[in-house]
């Protein structure tokens, strides 16, 4: 079983920066991917960043050129987040992934964290 605990969620305004990391109980390399969800009140789950075993980024077209997903080689990824927006507003789900598979799909993930509440204000 991994554990995933996601931090650094916050208020922001609009224009401004915060950074997300997610701790995870396994190390990062030895995991084929990891990604970024969001979840805004009355919507469906949507991918947001992946990061895959040899590195590789994939991103939102929404988030594409203000997000950037990075991780160490430990057990952190992190999610630095630019230029936000009001409808960038969510809460924000680290995920971890055991398979070589579909990244920007939320069924290819096999752990998940409890997310972190990004809100910003207008």
């Known amino acids: 079983q991994v554990q995933l605990v996601e931090s650094g969620g916050g208020l922001v305004q609009a224009g401004g920066s915060l950074r997300l990391s997610c701790a995870t109980s396994?190390?990062?390399?030895?995991?084929?991917?990891m990604g970024w969800f969001r979840q805004a009140p009355g919507k469906e789950r949507e991918f947001v960043a992946a990061?895959?075993?040899?590195?590789?980024t994939y991103y939102a077209d929404s988030v594409k050129g203000r997000y950037t997903i990075s991780k160490n080689d430990r057990n952190t990824v992190n999610l630095q987040m630019n230029s936000l927006k009001p409808e960038d507003t969510a809460v924000y789900y680290c995920?971890?992934?055991?398979?070589?598979?579909?990244?920007?799909?939320?069924?290819?993930?096999?752990?998940w964290g409890q997310g972190t509440q990004v809100t910003v204000s207008s």
């Open positions: 995920a971890v992934s055991n398979r070589l598979t579909d990244l920007t799909v939320d069924r290819g993930y096999d752990y």
């Open positions: 396994t190390r990062t390399i030895s995991r084929p991917g």
């Open positions: 990061i895959g075993l040899s590195s590789t």
